[in-house]
């Protein structure tokens, strides 16, 4: 899960987009964990 966290990180903090996440499914993400991060908000 570490990755995860660090994306989730990431996507919190508005550094990436909903698209660069979407690349990283499934070599990286699961499906799961994409739908997870992108569904908490983004602080721009």
């Known amino acids: 899960m570490g990755y ?3 994306v989730l990180s990431m996507w919190q903090r508005g550094r990436v987009t909903k698209e660069q996440v979407k ?3 499934p070599h990286m993400l699961t499906q ?3 739908d997870d991060i992108i569904s908490h908000p983004q602080n721009h």
């Open 23 to 25: 690349t990283l499914v």
């Open 32 to 34: 799961e964990e994409y």
């Open 4 to 6: 995860y966290n660090f």
